[in-house]
């Protein structure tokens, strides 16, 4: 514990202090109370300073950094590092996404399939290919088989363009970026839907990854055709798919 220098009447430390005969004694009081408050850490709850009223009371504790009591005149912070705001990825101009690209969780939808919508930006009017984060489950042979990739309008009542690509694209083991490029650049809309189909069974399909950062705004479950409105993610996030965007036209 620790009280003012008695020079000052009213036994405060700060730098601006103003009491008779105060001036001059800033530097000793500062290092007596620097000495004082040593013991103070983050973690620890024992009252490591105070200060006395004019009656020789205590007035103010000093707990955990913070300060305690009605009569207290001076407040000690500890110094901490502030938090690193959490940012976007840095993505090439070229890859239209979501989220932070963190997978949060995977899935495999039987009977169904992964639905996510996009938005060009101002300029591009087509794609060249997709991006999926996720790995294939079942046999060591990959199927051979495609999976479906299918372009839906913004309504998703109208089928723009489809596409197949080889299961063997997908890798068994940990989950990683797998490229889909197209043989011929896909004009859409400004706003559009991507409709995936693994044909997904017990012993064979896609975990395609998902990102909980973005809550699910942007994806659905189901089919391109389904005659139902493709239902709300049940994990609160989106599936890891990106759209690789053609160069805007000059």
Same mark, same amino acid.
């Given at each position: 514990?620790?009280?003012?220098?008695?020079? $000052?009447?009213?036994?405060?430390?700060?730098?601006?202090?103003? $009491? +008779?005969?105060?001036?001059?004694? *800033?530097?000793? #009081?500062?290092?007596?109370? =620097?000495?004082?408050?040593?013991?103070?850490?983050?973690?620890?709850?024992?009252?490591?300073?105070?200060?006395?009223?004019?009656?020789?009371?205590? =007035?103010?504790?000093? %707990?955990?950094?913070?300060? %305690? @009591?009605?009569?207290?005149?001076?407040?000690?912070?500890?110094?901490?590092?502030?938090?690193?705001?959490?940012?976007?990825? /840095?993505?090439?101009?070229?890859?239209?996404?979501?989220?932070?690209?963190? +997978?949060?969780?995977?899935?495999?939808?039987?009977?169904?399939?992964?639905?996510?919508?996009?938005?060009?930006?101002?300029?591009?009017?087509?794609?060249?290919?997709?991006?999926?984060?996720?790995?294939?489950?079942? !046999? +060591? &042979?990959?199927?051979?088989?495609?999976?479906?990739?299918? *372009?839906?309008?913004?309504?998703?009542?109208?089928?723009?363009?489809?596409? /197949?690509?080889?299961?063997?694209? *997908? #890798?068994? @083991?940990?989950? &990683?970026?797998?490229?889909?490029?197209?043989?011929?650049?896909?004009?859409?809309?400004?706003?559009?839907?991507?409709?995936?189909? *693994?044909?997904?069974? %017990? /012993?064979?399909?896609?975990?395609?990854?998902?990102? /909980?950062?973005?809550?699910? !705004?942007?994806?659905?479950?189901?089919?391109?055709?389904?005659?139902?409105?493709?239902?709300?993610?049940?994990?609160? @996030?989106?599936?890891?798919? &990106?759209?690789?965007?053609?160069?805007?036209?000059?």
């Amino acid at each position: 514990m620790f009280q003012s220098p008695p020079i $000052c009447r009213e036994r405060c430390v700060t730098r601006f202090c103003r $009491c +008779p005969g105060r001036r001059g004694i *800033f530097g000793k #009081a500062l290092a007596i109370a =620097a000495a004082s408050i040593l013991s103070l850490t983050t973690q620890s709850s024992t009252v490591v300073g105070e200060t006395r009223s004019d009656t020789g009371t205590p =007035a103010a504790t000093f %707990q955990n950094g913070g300060l %305690q @009591g009605r009569n207290a005149r001076i407040l000690l912070v500890e110094d901490t590092k502030p938090e690193s705001d959490q940012t976007e990825p /840095t993505r090439p101009a070229s890859i239209l996404g979501y989220g932070d690209d963190k +997978p949060d969780g995977k899935k495999s939808i039987g009977g169904s399939g992964e639905m996510i919508r996009f938005e060009l930006p101002e300029g591009v009017t087509k794609i060249k290919g997709i991006r999926i984060h996720g790995s294939r489950y079942g !046999h +060591p &042979q990959a199927p051979k088989e495609d999976f479906e990739i299918k *372009f839906l309008n913004e309504n998703r009542d109208e089928t723009l363009h489809s596409e /197949t690509a080889p299961y063997h694209l *997908f #890798a068994r @083991g940990k989950e &990683q970026w797998v490229r889909v490029a197209f043989k011929n650049e896909i004009e859409l809309p400004p706003k559009f839907w991507i409709a995936l189909n *693994f044909n997904a069974e %017990q /012993t064979k399909g896609v975990y395609v990854s998902y990102d /909980t950062s973005t809550k699910g !705004h942007y994806s659905r479950v189901g089919l391109a055709g389904d005659k139902e409105e493709p239902k709300e993610t049940d994990f609160g @996030g989106d599936w890891m798919v &990106q759209a690789l965007l053609a160069p805007p036209k000059k």
